[in-house]
């Protein structure tokens, strides 16, 4: 749970910042919560919201999320969208975008139609909650019609911000996906920083395009390790941080408990009040090493997006990308190499001349990978296309509300993707 400061300074942030977001029923929540309704918020204000908290506990991810889609569709005037992560949006604008037609007539006629991972029961209290609304019906048909650039804004004509619980990390790519379409000319704003399971920041700078979190010195014991790493590590504490520099993280949540390093390395981007203000750089348990030559999440995402950048009319959705040793014997019999799995928008295949521009970026951005290539250490990368909707799929397989990681390092995970492989 979020401490009762956390919560305070995020709405205080929200109102300020955008007058109308604390409006009543002026929210609308696309979060997936099995078991028990929360918001990324943390605070008890069902007045705020226009979607029903027993929507977000759905045994099913899809069946959650289209719910929660449809009670926002029937608003007109909404101020904020909410989602726990970016994905949940993606995925419930990816619903609209296939199921307007059932939507705009379950709006039309007040119903709430059957569908997998929706109980009867939960079913008939939820439909209860609906009226039937031609106008709003025919106003979505209309929108959606026209295309699906720019829809949110649309659909939508007062909203002002979307809040997503993660903007970060693994999370980022969709929220960069979302500004360019669905979403386009909204701010995000990303509230608040959380690591190994504690909130540890809030962001108060919510039109900012990259977030920054304020490290509250009282909400867990904050220690900090250089990077680059030195010969004998010593930790520093919050009031020895200096601007500019990069530090991984060593918490320790609450009295009592472990201290650990929580994997995350942050760059300090200034201070407030004499706290230090940091951005999240990167994950240290997300890099791909064959040889040692240790190629971080984000930097590998930076070379697939130039790559994709030479693939006339594609555009990234997702990525997965794993060691080839987790493959086994299915890897092929030469070097270790790099496994990705990629799904596009906008294009269904690629030549041999477009999926080794992945390999070429990687050499050019990466000497250490460049000169294991050379060597034949390190084996041709193999690129493999997924089909449209996979990683939605996989979310909903995974049964988890948590973000999916890019590097993967579990099996279970890897023959869920290598399923939906189409070349």
Known sequence: PLPAQGSLLYLDTLHATFPRALAPRGTALL??????????AGWPLPTLYCTPARAGTLPSRAAALRVQLLFALRERVLHVLEAGLATELHDALATLRTSWPELAQDLALGRLSPQPGLPEGERGRLQALLLPDAPRAAELQAECARGFEGIVRRLWPQLEVVVVGTAHGAEQLYCDALRQADCKGLPFYCPFYRAAGALLGVNLWPKEPAPRFLLCPDWAFYEFLPCPAEEEPQTVLLDELWEGREYELVLTARPREYR??????????????????????????QVLSVRGESIPEERFCRSLCRAVGMWPGARL???????????GASSGACAPHYEVFVELRGLRDLSEGQRYKLDQCLQEDFPTYKSFRFKGSIGPLRLHLVGTGAFSRLREALGSPVPMPRVLREERLLQLIQGTVIS
């Open 31 to 40: 979060s997936w919560t099995p078991g028990h309704p929360s918001a990324p």
């Open 317 to 327: 959705v997702d990525y997965v990308c794993v060691e080839s040793a987790l493959l």
């Open 260 to 285: 650990c390093r929580a994997g995350e390395v942050l760059r300090v981007a200034g201070f407030h009040k004499q706290c230090p203000v940091v951005e999240p750089v990167r994950r240290e348990s």
